[in-house]
């Protein structure tokens, strides 16, 4: 039984084939590197460079490697500039789902685990999200994301496919000192930057009405991550019913100024964050419930922000010195 981790190259995918390799679980990657790193791959998993459009080498990567099902993670990740890219955006992440999809019928590839994303809430009426919140996606990313599901929905209906989707919020930390963030995007790495060149870190806005007022959003470590869709592959290898989409959240969140403090403490860099206007339709709390997961994909918080944090900064700083 080996599965397929699309974008097992990037940052969430090769912790995701760590935790299949501990597991015991055999897998292959297919990535195309247009954010992954080949480094990112153990050297005795196989690894097929290349995208999820290409539907010849997804046939001969399922036929080559006997593939019983997809960990699909691969996709174009960046919400804000999905706005710019809306084309590329569903190019890459619903035009490759139906390709990935025709390619695991016609082979009688029954299971996927999709990463999905907490963006096919929008800007959720009440700060608590659950699986029953309604999906109001605000970008093309949001969007091309909510749509993979449902592909997976009709699909399950039309072929009998078992599936499931993991939303997320915000992934941080790292699992070992060689699997780091390496987006240009993304808030810890936005912040060792910043700290590494000199500049000091800044948050948007400090008079929302939090405790400490700033936004408070969902943080989850990306080896918990990990797990979660290791344990769902698994349920699935062992024909368990599982819902159709389950929330991977903390259930309380944590502050933009507590991640600041946190980072201050970890890096040994002291600094006074600097406060800028709020960002347009920034919502001042958004935390997920994962009580779902929790019954279903043994989910849970492994990780403390501080172990989060840590975790990222020195996996950056172990990157630096090679």
């Keep these: 039984m ?8 990037g940052y969430i995918g090769s912790h995701v084939v760590a935790a299949l390799r501990e597991a015991g679980m055999p897998s292959v990657v297919l990535d195309d590197l247009s954010s992954g790193h080949a480094s990112f791959v153990p050297d005795d998993v196989p690894f097929v460079r290349g995208s999820i459009l290409d539907a010849a080498l997804v046939r001969q990567t399922i036929a080559e490697h006997a593939v019983t099902g997809v960990i699909h993670i691969a996709g174009f990740k960046y919400a804000g500039v999905s706005v710019q890219r809306p084309l ?8 490759g789902m139906a390709v990935l999809l025709k390619e695991m019928q016609d082979a009688g590839v029954d299971r996927v685990v999709f990463s999905s994303s907490a963006a096919v809430y929008g800007t959720p009426p009440t700060d608590i999200v659950t699986e029953e919140t309604p999906k109001a996606p605000e970008s093309p990313y949001g969007e091309s994301k909510l749509i993979g599901e449902w592909l997976l929905r009709d699909q399950g209906i039309a072929a009998g496919l078992r599936h499931t989707s993991l939303r997320y919020f915000n992934v941080v930390g790292s699992g070992s000192l060689d699997l780091y963030d390496t987006s240009p995007h993304n808030l810890f790495p936005l912040i060792f930057d910043a700290l590494l060149a000199g500049r000091t870190p800044r948050i948007n806005g400090d008079d929302y009405p939090t405790p400490d007022g700033t936004c408070v959003r969902d943080y989850i470590h990306v080896a918990d991550l990990a797990l979660a869709h290791v344990e769902a592959a698994r349920k699935l290898d062992a024909g368990d019913t599982l819902e159709p989409a389950y929330n991977l959240g903390s259930g309380d969140g944590v502050s933009v100024k507590q991640i600041m403090t946190a980072v201050a403490s970890a890096t ?7 406060i800028a206007p709020r960002r347009p339709g920034d919502p001042a709390r958004i935390v997920a419930t994962g009580d779902l997961a929790a019954r279903d994909l043994d989910w849970r918080m492994r990780h403390t922000l501080d172990d989060m944090v840590v975790s990222a900064w020195q996996a950056r700083e172990a990157a ?3």
């Design 268 to 274: 040994g860099i002291p600094f006074t964050p600097e």
């Design 2 to 9: 080996t599965w397929l981790v699309t974008g097992g190259a």
């Design 88 to 95: 590329h955006t569903y190019e890459q992440n619903v035009t």
């Design 320 to 322: 630096a010195t090679v």
